[in-house]
Structure formats: structure tokens, C-alpha cells
């Protein structure tokens, strides 16, 4: 019999489902928290046919990336089989990638897939015109190598990344969705400068499509608003005369099974088109630090901080998919933003479906038919998909970017880079005649707000000083005191608010207790030390140390001075996460850590 939650398919091959988890590591995140909105979490094995129907979920969302594929081939005057090679190519380096970045040290560990990229067009293309797809994908493998080597130093840079950043990073992804998915939503195109009504009411049915099984059901059909929406797409599109199967099916490829074969045989490589590429590789990093802490998040209720191991396998296999991807004879690869939000709405986040979704990508490519019926799908349908997960990640960055104390000097690094983010979409002439090499940036609206906000922040952290002090004296209230000291202290540091409060009532309760101490001098000196991993609290006096309790007091002790006592010592050990006494010429100081 089939254990609980295992489907009957998987129960018949017990072996291969425990090749299958051993390869993806053990429980990978100890000490996390499900969310209650999650039916199945990271680490969770939904039944076979969950995971067949989350991957198709994940399949057309994706398969948007698809998109830029062509626009690389028409820019650098490609043939339409040049068109199908490319597209065919990047799908198997996407479902490679997709494999290992669910598992942990190789990848993030997490369901996070990649695909086709819009970082890398400039470049791509600038290669692709200087010297065909042979330098193309030379570059591109050049590029997604410099992005593996990244990924073993970007785990020591952990306050390059604070919540506010990758926060900001995440917005924006979800906001590039909004510019993609509301042209097609409305039918807009250059030709067109009106919405089309027609196109209006495909979008408005997909979109309700798969809000209603979201929000008004907990049945099954919570799993799959995505495969509720593409009928309902089809359908309607169909229905409208926007569907035409004849049309569809004269438009395909010859032939039901072909195997994929490059544009274009060898490498090559061309120093002067590194940093155009080597940017665009270091932005993709960049955006799969914000999509990887994301999935951190949605993940454990208790989240606190980037976990920056993750982080670097995440950047890994990132920059794996790309180099895979140059060699296969693809295009550029990036984690999808807009996948993580379907994860989201479905409530489905385990990365056990990254195997079905990765063969299945893999698959497609070698039946041209059936991956162009997936990319056949009407626009305006296309546009409430992408706006219907835009939802969940522009709001997940802006928890994320929440998360912390906001002070002035953090304003304005997100507040500049999101509005010079938002005015590539606004005005998308304003970049053009900037240098080739810096294109990658200008490129779309996630990579300027996600460069800029990584190097406004590093500068505003000049002259921030990482020490104050407050000079207390015993025998006063100092509630009032203290907890103004440690807002401001946690506003100028970016402290979780969690941990301003906790070292407040700490504080608190070590001066409070004090003044039942025989002191030989009134003076108190609270000393703040911080970092990005760290709230330090020296308390220093001149008296014995106090006594901290393991143990509640006893009732008969409450309402004495020494169960006042006792209590605060007790409470003083739940509110830090380490204390330390020390006692050295008659001055006494007490340590109180913090984790951040």
C-alpha cells in the first residue's frame, strides 16, 4: 500500500523515487517552518499527479521566454529553422538547468526553472552580428562560466544583499511581468496603438479563470489555476475566431519526432564583446540571488535573513544553464520570477517537480508539434497569466523589502533604483545611445534597478558608524529611554524589528535589575555594536553581576524583590540569544548577542 501523500505510481517504483531524493539531498533546510498556505513545500513529494500537473503549470509559463529567441533571431536576420534550432536548443539546457537547481549545493535547492533570458539579448545579438552564431555561443558559454565563478564568492557578500535589495530585485521582476504581460492583456501592439475589446475578454476569462479556483476553493482545483486558465484561454480564444487549429497545424514543423541539431556548427570567442556579456552574466546573478531569497521566504514562516549557501548553488546552476546552453547551441538562461509566482498561488512549491518539468521541457524539443501548440497560445491569454503571477511577486518583494527598519539612506538607494528601473518602461528610447558594453544593464527595467540598487546601497553604508553608545544611571525609569535609543539604532542599521524589540526588553531588564544591586557607582554605559549578522549589547557597571535564572520563579516568589529579581534573569535569557557575564576589577559586563 502506498504510503500517505505518495501517489500509487511512485509506490510501484520505490528505487527510482529514492535515487531520485537521495540526488536531491536530504532535508536541506533543518529548523523551517511550512507556511499554512503552502499544500506541499519545498521538501514535500506530492503524488505523481500533482507534480505532472504542476510541471505543465510551469511549461507555459516558461515557455514566454521562448519569445526572445525569436527576437535574437530576427535581429541578427536568422531563418525560421535558424528560429526553431535556437528554440529547440535553449529548451534542453532549460530543463537540464531546471534539474539541478533543485538540488541542494548544486543548485539552490529549490523549484526554481530557468529559461530563456532577456538579459542577454544586447549581447547575443551583438555577438550574433559580429561574427554568427558561432561567436554566440562561444560568448554565451564564456559568459555562463563567468557566472559559475561567481556563484564561489558571492556567499561572502551577504551585505551586498539585505532584505530591502533583494526585495527590490523581486518588485522589479514582477513589474518587468506587468510591462510584458498588459500589452498582450489589451491586445496593444505598434500597429495597433487601441486596445482591442476582443483581446480585452480573452484576457479578462483567463484571468478570472484561475483567480476563482485561487480564491473561492480549497479542492484540488487550488493546484492548477495555470492549466484552468490555459483551457479557458484556448477556449475562448477559439470561440472568438483568434484560435484557428487549421491555421495552427499547417504553421508546425513537418513531422511528429525530429532530433534538435545546432544553428550553427563550433565556438568562438572575441575579447572585445567580455564585458558586454560578462555584465549581462553578472546581472543574472544578480536577479537569482532576489528569485532564490524569495523562494527562502515562501518557504519558512520563521525567515530571517538570505541563506547565502543556497544562494551560491542557486548562482551556480544559473550560470550552468547558460554555459550548457552556449555549448548545446541556445540561448542565455535566467531563473523565472514568474514560475515562482504560480508557485505561490498553487500553493505547491516542492522541488520534486523539478525532475517532471525538466524532462518535460527536454522533451518538447524533440517533438516540434507539441511545443509549438505550447507557444500557441492566444496573447491575451499569455498576458493574464503573466499578470496573474506578477501579483505574488511584485507583493513578495515588498514584504521582503519591509522586512527591515527603512531609514533615509535606505530610501533613496531603492527609491532611486526603482525609479530609474521603472524609466526603461516609461521611455524605452532614453538608454539608447549608451555604450555597447553597458547595454546588458540598460536592457530591461529589473537589471537597472537591481545594478543600481546593489551600488547605492553599498555607497549609502559610508559614514554609517557601526557603535553608539547611552549613559544610563541606576535607580531611574529608563524604559522610554531605551527603547528610543534602540529605534533609532535600528532604523540607521536596518535591524529586523524582531531583534530591535528583543534587545530592547533585554536592555531593559538588565538596568531595571541593576537597581537592586549595591552599585558603587550610579553610572550605566549601554554600548551597541552591529554588523549584518549581529546585534552586540555591552552593558557595563561598576558592582557584582547580577544572576540569570534558568527557570521561572516561583508563585510565592512574585510581588518580592527577589522574584522581581528572578524573573528578570529568566526573561533576560529568553530575549537574547546568548548572554555573558564578566566580572574584572570590580567593573561587571554583561554581553547580550543577538542573531540577525
Not at 100 to 119: D, E, H, I, K, M
Not at 256 to 285: C, Q
Not at 531 to 556: K, Q, V
Amino acid at each position: 500500500m502506498a504510503r500517505p501523500g505518495v501517489s500509487k505510481v511512485t509506490a510501484v517504483f520505490p528505487q527510482s523515487l529514492r535515487r531520485w531524493r537521495d540526488w536531491r539531498g536530504p532535508i536541506a533546510f533543518p529548523g523551517r517552518k511550512k507556511p499554512a498556505s503552502l499544500i506541499y513545500d519545498v521538501d514535500d513529494i506530492p503524488p505523481m499527479a500533482v507534480q505532472i500537473g504542476a510541471a505543465f503549470q510551469h511549461l507555459f509559463v516558461i515557455s514566454v521566454g521562448w519569445i526572445y529567441v525569436l527576437l535574437v533571431s530576427n535581429a541578427i536576420g536568422g531563418t525560421s529553422a535558424d528560429a526553431q534550432s535556437l528554440i529547440r536548443m535553449s529548451m534542453i539546457a532549460s530543463g537540464v538547468a531546471t534539474i539541478v537547481q533543485a538540488r541542494r549545493g548544486f543548485g539552490n535547492g529549490y523549484l526554481c526553472p530557468l529559461t530563456c533570458s532577456l538579459t542577454y539579448l544586447s549581447p547575443v545579438v551583438l555577438a550574433g552580428i559580429a561574427g554568427g552564431y558561432s561567436l554566440m555561443f562561444g560568448m554565451l558559454f564564456a559568459a555562463g562560466v563567468a557566472g559559475m565563478i561567481v556563484s564561489r564568492v558571492v556567499h561572502r557578500l551577504r551585505m551586498l544583499f539585505p532584505p530591502e535589495v533583494t526585495g527590490l530585485m523581486v518588485a522589479m521582476s514582477g513589474l518587468q511581468l506587468v510591462a510584458l504581460g498588459c500589452p498582450r492583456f489589451l491586445g496593444y501592439s505598434k500597429e495597433s496603438a487601441a486596445a482591442d475589446p476582443r483581446a480585452m475578454l480573452i484576457g479578462l476569462t483567463t484571468l478570472f479563470a484561475m483567480i476563482i479556483p485561487t480564491v473561492w476553493t480549497r479542492s484540488k482545483l487550488h493546484l492548477y489555476p495555470m492549466l484552468i486558465g490555459v483551457a479557458a484561454g484556448f477556449a475562448i480564444g477559439w470561440a472568438m475566431g483568434e484560435f484557428h487549429v487549421a491555421q495552427l497545424l499547417a504553421q508546425m514543423p513537418p513531422g511528429f519526432l525530429s532530433f534538435p541539431h545546432r544553428a550553427a556548427p563550433g565556438l568562438s570567442f572575441k575579447a572585445a564583446l567580455l564585458p558586454p556579456f560578462l555584465i549581462a552574466a553578472l546581472t543574472a546573478s544578480l536577479k537569482t540571488v532576489g528569485d532564490t531569497t524569495l523562494c527562502q521566504k515562501v518557504n519558512d514562516t520563521t525567515w530571517k535573513r538570505t541563506d547565502m549557501k543556497s544562494v551560491s548553488g542557486g548562482v551556480f546552476a544559473n550560470g550552468f544553464g547558460s554555459a550548457i546552453s552556449g555549448l548545446l547551441g541556445g540561448i542565455g538562461q535566467n531563473t523565472a520570477s514568474s514560475s515562482i509566482g504560480i508557485s505561490l498561488a498553487a500553493g505547491t512549491t516542492s522541488r520534486a517537480i523539478a525532475l517532471p518539468l525538466g524532462l518535460l521541457v527536454m522533451g518538447l524539443a524533440f517533438f516540434p508539434k507539441a511545443a509549438a501548440l505550447v507557444t500557441a497560445l492566444p496573447g491575451p491569454a499569455v498576458g493574464a497569466m503573466l499578470i496573474y503571477s506578477a501579483c505574488f511577486i511584485i507583493l513578495g518583494g515588498l514584504q521582503l523589502l519591509t522586512s527591515r527598519m527603512l531609514d533615509s539612506r535606505r530610501i533613496f538607494a531603492v527609491g532611486i533604483a526603482l525609479i530609474f528601473g521603472l524609466s526603461v518602461e516609461i521611455i524605452p528610447d532614453l538608454y539608447r545611445t549608451f555604450p555597447a558594453f553597458l547595454k546588458p544593464v540598460f536592457s530591461s527595467s529589473t537589471s537597472v534597478a537591481t545594478v543600481l540598487v546593489v551600488i547605492l546601497s553599498l555607497l549609502f553604508r559610508v559614514g554609517i558608524k557601526k557603535q553608539r553608545s547611552l549613559e544610563l544611571r541606576a535607580g531611574s525609569e529608563h524604559l522610554d529611554e531605551i527603547t528610543q535609543f534602540m529605534e533609532d539604532q535600528g532604523s540607521a542599521w536596518g535591524m529586523r524589528k524582531e531583534v530591535v524589540t528583543r534587545a530592547t526588553d533585554a536592555a531593559y531588564e538588565v538596568v531595571n535589575n541593576l537597581g537592586l544591586l549595591p552599585l558603587r557607582s550610579e553610572i550605566i554605559t549601554l554600548n551597541t555594536s552591529w554588523d549584518e549578522l549581529r546585534l552586540d549589547l555591552n552593558i557595563e557597571y561598576s558592582g557584582p553581576a547580577i544572576e540569570l535564572a534558568n527557570t521561572m520563579p516561583a508563585l510565592e516568589e512574585m510581588g518580592t524583590e527577589a522574584g522581581a529579581a528572578h524573573l528578570a534573569g529568566y526573561l533576560i535569557r529568553q530575549y537574547a540569544d546568548r548572554v555573558k557575564i564578566r566580572e574584572k576589577n570590580g567593573v561587571c559586563r554583561v554581553s547580550l548577542h543577538f542573531d540577525h
